[in-house]
Each structure stands twice: as C-alpha cells, then as structure tokens.
C-alpha cells in the first residue's frame, strides 16, 4: 500500500494540480480508445469511467475520464467534482446540472445514467465516504472556497 500513499500524498500537491488537468485526461482518452475500452489507464489506482454528457451550451457530446467511487450496495456511481483543487468546477459538472441524463463507459460497457447533485445531509454523508475512499480530496477542498460538487449517478433504462 506504500504506492497508493505515495500518488496521494503526490495529487495533493498544487504542482500536480497544474499538470494533471492536461495530462492524465488525455492519456486516458487516447489508452481507452487504444484499447477500445478494456482499459483506463487512471483507473489502475482508482475505479474510473468515462463520462458522456451533453454540453450545457453546445449541446453537443463530451467525453470525460473521470474517477469514480462505485456503489455496488445501491447499484451508482459518486462522481467528484474536484478539479484537482483548482479553483473552478470541472466542466462536466456544469453540464450534468444542465442536462443529467448521460452515459458512462464502466469496465468496458456503456451504461445510460441519470445524474444528480448532492445537497444536505446526503452529501455530508457521501463526501465522508468520499474521503475514506480518497483521502486527498480533503486537501482539494481545503484549497478552494468552492463547495466541491458530488454527483449520484443512477442507471436508467436506455
């Protein structure tokens, strides 16, 4: 477990905040097309999707790699909007808030989803789980004044 302490204490650092953004999306994109979806590079050290919502503006498809933490015991999906611990949301929430009825790419199949931001007492309760899952998103949090963004994802019939 000495790794997964290591990448971390790593991701809570701002210089990882910076690069990371450009860098781990785009090599999960370009290894899961590679691949054709057996693979997420990010998500050998944690479970992850890949996202496919709908612009809030364009309309048009976005596909995002992103961590998740499952809920097998409700049959979801958390997504966490931290951004890495910059200061605004990540994008694609802005877009689930816009329009929630997406898909995602989980272990190799395309699951249709129906999003929905967290609020109150059930966000409490999953951003605690969150930070057992992942603790560096305390180190996200603490870093912006944003409250950051929790999403249940919920499987819907296609």
Same mark, same amino acid.
């Not at 910076?18 to 990010?42: M, Y």
């Given at each position: ?5 290591? *990448?971390?204490? *790593?991701?809570?650092? &701002? ?5 990371? %953004?450009?860098? *781990? #999306?785009?090599?999960? &994109? ?7 979806? &057996?693979?997420? +590079? @990010?998500?050998? $050290?944690?479970?992850?999707? /890949?996202?496919? @919502? ?6 048009? %498809?976005? !596909? ?7 809920? #097998? ?5 958390? +997504? /966490?909007?931290?951004?890495?611990? !910059?200061?605004?949301? =990540?994008?694609?929430?802005?877009? +689930?808030?816009?329009? %929630? ?10 699951? %249709?989803?129906?999003? !929905?931001? +967290? ?11 969150? $930070?057992?899952?992942? #603790? =560096? ?14 999403? &249940?994802?919920?499987?819907?019939? #296609?």
């Amino acid at each position: 477990m000495i790794g997964v302490r290591v *990448v971390q204490k *790593v991701s809570s650092t &701002r210089g990882f905040a910076k690069v990371a %953004p450009h860098v *781990v #999306p785009a090599l999960d &994109r370009a290894v899961h097309r590679l691949t054709r979806g &057996r693979v997420l +590079l @990010s998500a050998q $050290l944690l479970p992850g999707v /890949i996202l496919t @919502s709908t612009g809030a503006r364009s309309g048009q %498809p976005r !596909r995002t790699p992103l961590a998740c933490m499952p809920e #097998p015991e409700r049959g979801s999906w958390l +997504l /966490i909007g931290s951004n890495f611990g !910059r200061t605004g949301h =990540p994008a694609w929430t802005a877009n +689930l808030l816009a329009r %929630p009825d997406a898909e995602i790419n989980w272990k190799g199949a395309d699951i %249709p989803v129906t999003a !929905r931001l +967290l609020e109150g007492e059930e966000r409490a309760a999953a951003w605690q789980a969150a $930070l057992a899952f992942w #603790p =560096p998103y305390a180190t996200y949090q603490a870093r912006v004044e944003r409250e950051i963004r929790l999403f &249940r994802l919920v499987r819907r019939s #296609p």
